[in-house]
């Protein structure tokens, strides 16, 4: 009886100290509850309203890309289609062209784009150059549904100019993210191990989904195509990468053009670097053969060989291509996507330890 007696006294004790639990202080807790009166934010500063506008112009021409793969059950042999990836892309002109990054369609047997306004079309690939991580694809949808992106040029940029990327990250669509330009002519590698190479840095951040989708520069001309981080954990870590515009519009119309990228070429072979340093030849691109009727024959170069009793036979190295020093296979591939097959360009030729300057009339690659 005193324990209950006891707590029935700290009961009563409460609902005295307790002011709105009963007695007249009950009728506060039926005032109505009012918002706290909302301050005038004030008209926004610069830099936020061209984050706005960017934003506002730039968005209606990313996209959102969906790749599907065929699938068949091992026991009952029935196929489906399941989601194989997920990535971004922008609209590269009204004839329902679509840039993106190669490894967001890689692996997939199909692929669907999504717009802004969230309608979605078929895709069919049109072309790839999967040496520089590039995929054009196109859609068939009303012209008014396509705004082309704006092209700028990535030859004027500068570290630690604003930039913008649009994308789609973890699958959350129309996500812009800003930062600047971190760095310049970084080398990042392709999915076929081939380098990339001026690559743009960044701090905006660029998460798994972001692939394929623009980097911006502040008056929202297209600089880079997002495609790389740099992250232990997957996430972004302010550290991503981009292809350079100019780079990007320097192959893009020769895949619609062509469905693909044919690299123009001389008909060599080059050997090992460690050769070169066996053989007491400079750094270049040391030639193991030459092609019978190719431009490097017709400009007259020869590989390393061996006689009949097994001594080295001096041939030819190419140590720069237009007055530009080639370090290996890679630099001179590089340079030579920049021409147009049937240009004629200067090669300097190492041999025997003489230098001289040879012209050749570039090929294709096929």
């Known amino acids: 009886m005193v324990a209950v007696s006891l707590r029935l006294r700290l009961s009563a004790l409460l609902l005295i100290a307790l002011p709105g639990l009963g007695g007249a202080d009950s009728a506060i807790a039926k005032t109505p509850a009012q918002p706290r009166a909302v301050n005038a934010r004030g008209a926004l500063d610069a830099e936020e309203m061209n984050n706005i506008g960017v934003f506002k112009r730039v968005s209606p021409s990313v996209v959102h890309i969906t790749t599907l793969s065929v699938q068949r059950d091992f026991f009952s042999l029935r196929t489906s289609e399941q989601p194989s990836g997920t990535g971004t892309g922008f609209i590269w002109d ?49 012209r008014d549904k396509l705004p082309a992106i704006a092209v700028g040029t990535s030859r004027e940029l500068q570290v630690g100019q604003k930039v913008y990327a649009i994308g789609n990250p973890f699958g959350l669509d129309q996500t812009l993210t800003t930062g600047i330009v971190s760095a310049l002519n970084r080398e990042i590698e392709s999915v076929t191990r081939r380098t990339i190479k001026g690559a743009i840095q960044t701090d905006a951040a660029i998460n798994p989904g972001n692939s394929g989708g623009p980097l911006l520069d502040s008056a929202g001309r297209l600089i880079g195509v997002n495609t790389a981080i740099y992250s232990p954990s997957g996430a972004s870590a302010g550290i991503g990468f981009a292809i350079p515009v100019d780079e990007v519009n320097r192959i893009v119309p020769r895949l619609i053009r062509d469905g693909r990228f044919i690299r123009p070429a001389l008909g060599v072979t080059a050997g090992p670097a460690n050769l070169a340093q066996a053989l007491g030849a400079p750094k270049g691109v040391l030639l193991v053969n030459v092609a019978e009727g190719s431009p490097a024959a017709a400009a007259g170069l020869k590989p390393f060989g061996r006689d009949r009793v097994g001594r080295i036979v001096q041939g030819d190295v190419i140590t720069a291509v237009e007055g530009q020093a080639v370090a290996d296979l890679d630099d001179m591939l590089s340079l030579l996507e920049t021409r147009q097959i049937g240009e004629k360009v200067t090669l300097t030729v190492w041999r025997a330890g003489q230098t001289r300057k040879v012209t050749a009339t570039l090929g294709s690659s096929d």
């Open 94 to 142: 009204d004839s329902g062209h679509v840039v993106t990054n190669f490894h967001v369609i890689q692996g997939g047997d199909r692929a669907t784009v999504t717009l802004a306004d969230q309608s979605s079309y078929p895709a069919k690939l049109v072309g790839a150059f999967p040496d520089r991580d590039i995929a054009v694809l196109r859609i068939e949808a009303p």
